[in-house]
């Protein structure tokens, strides 16, 4: 799964995001590659600070 997001996003304005606060919303996480592959692009682009607010978490899964 993580190999699947790997460089899967992209910050087109990076300036915009400098120094902000971001929260990430997902509906359910697994794995956590979605989130992580994203958080690692937004610290990239100079996110302050990245919170992740999830609605389900996926049990008893493994990573792949």
Do not use: H, W
Not at 14 to 26: C, E, N, S, T
Not at 34 to 57: D, H, P, W, Y
């Amino acid at each position: 799964r993580y190999e699947n997001v790997k460089n899967a996003f992209a910050v087109t304005a990076p300036y915009r995001l400098a120094g902000k606060r971001i929260l990430l919303v997902d509906d359910i996480v697994t794995s956590g590659a979605t989130a992580a592959a994203m958080v690692q692009v937004l610290f990239k682009a100079k996110a302050a600070e990245v919170s992740i607010f999830c609605l389900a978490r996926g049990i008893g899964q493994t990573r792949s």
